[in-house]
């Protein structure tokens, strides 16, 4: 059983794991949707960044981008997907079993 709390830590989905796209997942798991810039002030991202990172929400089907206009203006809307929460809530709940496994883990001789 070695290191297994620390090997399964650096084996956690990347899709979700990403400190961005973790900020992003979890600021979305509170709202029905939110609009793009109101997702850019609340994580700080760049434009570039943000849109980037959503792509990839987006093909690992984690997230629903509806783009639209409010009059004139581009409107661009983001909502977690039913399999985005999951993955969000099975991630958060792996993360504290890790945590707590690794407050426990003992090293065995000769590791």
């Given at each position: 059983m070695s290191n297994q709390p620390f090997e399964r830590l650096a084996?956690?989905?990347?899709?979700v794991h990403?400190?961005?796209?973790?900020?992003?997942?979890t600021a979305l798991s509170a709202v029905k949707s939110a609009d793009f810039?109101?997702?850019q002030?609340?994580?700080g991202l760049?434009?570039?960044?943000l849109s980037g990172h959503l792509s990839k929400l987006e093909?690992?089907?984690l997230v629903a981008i509806a783009k639209g206009f409010e009059?004139?203006?581009?409107?661009t809307t983001i909502s977690m997907t039913s399999d985005g929460r999951s993955q969000l809530e099975h991630h958060w709940n792996d993360l504290e079993r890790l945590r707590k496994?690794?407050?426990?883990?003992?090293p065995e001789k000769g590791d």
């Open positions: 084996g956690l989905d990347r899709l990403e400190p961005a796209r973790l900020a992003i997942l810039l109101f997702l002030r609340l994580t760049s434009k570039g960044n093909e690992g089907g009059g004139k203006i581009p409107k496994e690794a407050t426990k883990w003992k």
